[in-house]
């Protein structure tokens, strides 16, 4: 492996240290090598805090040797003031003589000036290491600034038999498809999230309350697609345990491009992405505008024989697990 590219690794793999907590910041990883030799590390704080080049060069030891080190990163430093300084600066101000850059920032508050105020101080700046790991790993703030919509996920659990829900429910409650560790992975997926977005009925039939509790993390923020804002408040999802956004026809036409209208809304929240665990309804809503990046589908071991059948949708395989008795499969959208 080249030598460049096993430090950009490295700060693939430190940077999801982050997952979850740095939006709408990117989460980034950085490393600092003297004579082949990491000297400092640093992912990106939660939001407000620390840039990663800023903890990895507070993590060195003796400064001094910053003036003799490599600095690698998986996304091109700042250059301009934020809730933190630019990064650009900090490097310059520690005199590194040669920093490696997985990718670009193609925020427009950025885009190629960092590495220009890099070069312009004498520092010799390689960019492109990995880069396809690297944009693939910042998918989420890529997606968001060159997209203008949230990185959307779709999942949701199906029978042997391609049902998603049974025919009729006698409780306010949901009937489990999937199992207890598929179920604690889906919590872990919701910290990673900034927000989780369910429809109406989902709400009515199945009460959910759409926060952690089989994983330690964030609450993700709650949205609900309520057109009429039918809900009353005594469903779980306005209790006090997570922010709770209503989307209503009085945010959007509902009569057509209801998606896409979605995306738009969030966006203007700053929210960076969403996990979609609605009904096929609102699933399918997605799917059909193809505003959605990745579905993560679960399939059971049991059989409803007739029921809400599971949405319908093409996609690039690209992951295939055992949760136990239970199957995971996850697809990319082409």
Not at 86 to 95: E, G
Not at 145 to 150: E, F, G, L, M, Y
Not at 277 to 290: A, H, R, V, W, Y
Not at 295 to 312: N, S
Request: proline share 4%.
């Amino acid at each position: 492996m080249k030598i460049h590219e096993k430090y950009i690794k490295r700060c693939i793999e430190i940077a999801k240290n982050g997952l979850g907590t740095t939006a709408p910041n990117p989460m980034v990883g950085c490393v600092i090598v003297h004579n082949n030799k990491i000297i400092g590390e640093g992912f990106t704080s939660p939001y407000g805090g620390n840039h990663a080049e800023v903890n990895a060069i507070e993590s060195v030891t003796i400064k001094s040797l910053l003036n003799e080190a490599t600095l690698y990163v998986t996304l091109e430093p700042c250059s301009h003031f934020g809730k933190t300084p630019p990064c650009s600066d900090l490097i310059i101000k520690h005199h590194i003589p040669q920093v490696i850059i997985g990718t670009t920032d193609t925020h427009s508050k950025v885009s190629g000036e960092g590495i220009k105020k890099l070069k312009n101080s004498g520092c010799n700046v390689i960019v492109g290491v990995l880069e396809d790991e690297c944009k693939k790993h910042h998918n989420r703030f890529f997606t968001f600034h060159n997209k203008k919509r949230p990185y959307i996920i779709l999942k949701w659990a199906e029978t042997l038999d391609g049902f998603i829900a049974p025919e009729i429910k006698i409780k306010k409650k949901p009937v489990w498809i999937s199992n207890e560790i598929s179920r604690q992975l889906a919590h872990k997926w919701r910290t990673e999230e900034q927000a989780i977005l369910v429809g109406t009925n989902t709400v009515k039939e199945d009460n959910p309350s759409l926060t952690v509790r089989d994983w330690t993390g964030k609450n993700p923020i709650r949205i609900v697609l309520d057109k009429t804002k039918m809900l009353s408040k005594d469903y779980n999802i306005f209790n006090n345990q997570a922010e709770t956004f209503v989307i209503s026809e009085k945010e959007i036409d509902v009569s057509n491009n209801v998606a896409f209208q979605i995306c738009k809304l969030l966006h203007n929240k700053d929210i960076q992405s969403v996990i979609i665990e609605g009904g096929s309804k609102t699933l399918q809503t997605f799917i059909d505008e193809n505003l959605w990046d990745e579905a993560r589908v679960f399939t059971g071991d049991t059989e409803f024989k007739k029921g809400i059948k599971a949405p319908l949708f093409k996609g690039k395989l690209i992951q295939e697990s055992n949760m136990l008795e239970d199957s995971l499969k996850i697809y990319l959208n082409d």
